[in-house]
């Protein structure tokens, strides 16, 4: 994920982003490869593979893509279907599920602030992400280790404050300044800070977010 950064001297950045491959399709394959036995570094046959169902709908089909190794075969089922997101809100609410939320991790950069509020009102949910936020303020631990130091601190929130002390329940003037310099329209600006990013987010088709700006020189 790319993350909210103060530099040293103030100046506000963003990290690179790497949520995707790091956290999710890495840790997805080396759990196939031990379902079917063949843990890294062993070779898998090969007829050996899992099939993945991917919910990827007809309005997303070209990030529909064949995986991108021999032990994992992919699947669409809503694009079989011919089913698009509208055709997949109105089947859960036929369920009673209507207010599923988009799929994303709890701890996600790209939440708005109605999504941290949400996050708010379970406690456990809640202290998980504020612990995270916590975790994260000196950067990646295995960057740091590497010798790609973080210049600064890193945040979860893009008001660049701790999350248990950053404004969700409202939008800061210096927010709103920010997200005005880089999107024009005033509706679409209200949109994306109280609701982030509108698609959700998944292995298969990391969606979330802008392309990653790297305004400043954030590692040494
Ligand atoms: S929801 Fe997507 S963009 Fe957000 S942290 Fe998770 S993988 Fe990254």
């Given at each position: 994920m790319p993350l909210y950064v103060l530099n040293q001297d103030g100046r506000p950045g963003m990290t690179r982003r790497q949520?995707?491959?790091?956290?999710?399709i890495k840790p997805i394959k080396r759990q196939v490869r031990e379902l079917l036995g063949y843990p890294h570094p062993q070779r898998v046959p090969k007829d050996v593979f899992v099939e993945q169902w991917v919910g990827i709908s007809t309005d997303e089909f070209h990030r529909a893509k064949d995986a991108d190794v021999r032990y994992m075969r992919n699947r669409h089922p809503l694009i079989d279907l011919g089913w698009s997101r509208s055709d997949c809100l109105r089947y859960l609410t036929s369920l009673g599920l209507a207010d599923t939320p988009k799929s994303s991790c709890l701890g996600c950069p790209y939440h708005g602030n109605a999504q941290w509020r949400h996050i708010r009102e379970n406690p456990e949910e809640w202290r998980d992400v504020v612990e995270f936020d916590a975790a994260i303020r000196a950067g990646n631990a295995r960057a740091n280790a590497s010798g790609t130091r973080l210049l600064g601190q890193a945040f979860l929130h893009r008001s660049r404050v701790p999350l248990s002390e950053a404004p969700i329940d409202h939008v800061t003037a210096a927010e709103w300044a920010a997200r005005q310099q880089e999107i024009d329209d005033r509706t679409a600006v209200v949109e994306d800070l109280e609701n982030g990013v509108v698609d959700g987010c998944s292995p298969w088709a990391c969606r979330s977010g802008d392309p990653v700006r790297s305004d400043f020189d954030l590692t040494a």
């Open positions: 949520c995707t491959g790091e956290y999710k």
